[in-house]
């Protein structure tokens, strides 16, 4: 998310604040009085008063997490932490992870930056994602993704289970976690898994988790080789 040059072409009179990404309840203080993320846990103010630019009533994404967590069979999905960073990068660097990847691996600057802008993404954004772990300061086992489609109540989302807690049923777990809360908690009516053909372990999270294979799309996911791949839509 970005400050809109708009805003700053209209000389409208703004305030900036740093605000650390994990203390919720102030951001969220900050959502309701109109302030905008920038980056780097950096917020900018709504047009002060004596401005000609009336204050922009934000449009939320997804509702704040009851306790800032789901939580249920043995696992815990919240908000990522910068302490998750490492693990994060090292496991985008995997094998199995880079064989089936449509993006290249995030570096260790740029993660720091998602993780700092997860919530901000989650309440004001298009994408952000959740760590799934045992306990709430405990080791991230899985990550979902999730982004905002173009029709209303519509996600796309996606998972991987870190390296040393694959073959556990982490991320099956996590991605169920979550499809049961954006249905009965945000308002979500429809959740879209892309998977490439040939990633058993994706396929099997999937159909364990409740999804079931809807269509094919024709050489719609890129290839780590520059080639395309066709997406099976869950």
Known sequence: MTLQESRVQEGARVDTQ???????DLIEHMIAQGWTYISQQRWVSPPLSGTSVEMAHPKLFLPRLTDDYICGDG??????ALDDAADLCANELDD?????????PTSPTAMESQIIGAYAGWRLGDATFLVARHEIDGPALAKISIRRLVPPGVLDVGYTTLRSYRGRGYAATA??????????????QRIELG???????????????????????RSRLRNVNGSFDDEHSY
């Open 18 to 24: 740093v605000v650390d990404y994990r203390d919720y």
């Open 75 to 80: 696992l815990i999905l919240s908000y990522p």
């Open 96 to 104: 199995e992870v880079r064989r089936h990847a449509i993006f290249p």
């Open 175 to 188: 991605l169920r976690l979550f499809t049961a809360w954006a249905f009965g908690s945000a308002g979500i």
């Open 195 to 217: 998977i490439k053909p040939g990633n058993r372990a994706s396929v099997a999270t999937a159909l364990k988790a409740g999804y079931r294979l809807e269509s094919v799309r």
